[in-house]
């Protein structure tokens, strides 16, 4: 089976192979990068968006602590009783006791889950900055001539880029920020 990397590195082979091998009689491609880990790092929405998230994780961090301490507490008591209980009641507690840790799974799957509520609330949150940068790139990548902007942070490997063809910083500057101020 193969991975998204793979087909993402294939991917970026034969668009490589397409670029070196285009017809020579067409100019030549102007081909720039950007960092966006690095641009995402320089923007104050992003840090305010990394903030709310982090406060609502623990938030529900929190409760799921607790719903377990509860639960702990109560199979604490369950084996403390057991051989008090008739075998009806022991039954009743022991599905009582799995009922509740389903229960915290559930919870634990829709808060912290693959498609849970803080994945959700992050890609809500990000979308209008995700905008607001991918449109710096292209107003960048417009005016400045460039045909391809790849970005560095992502899962491709640059095997050598030259540092004059990044173009975070322009970016950057297209979005307002202060690069000098913020150099790496």
Partial sequence: MMTHSYIR??????????IAFANPAQAQQKIGYIDSDYILEQLPEYQTIQQQLDRMAQGWQSELDELKSALDENFREYQARELLYTNEERQRRRQDILREEEDLERLRVKYFG?????????EQLMRPVQEKILQAINDVATSEGYDYVFDAAGEFLFM???????????VLRELGIDVESTRR
């Fill in 9 to 18: 590195g294939c991917a970026l082979a034969a668009m490589t192979l397409l």
């Fill in 160 to 170: 050598f880029k030259r540092d004059q063809y990044d173009l975070s910083d322009t």
């Fill in 114 to 122: 693959p498609e849970g509520d803080i994945f959700l609330q992050q």
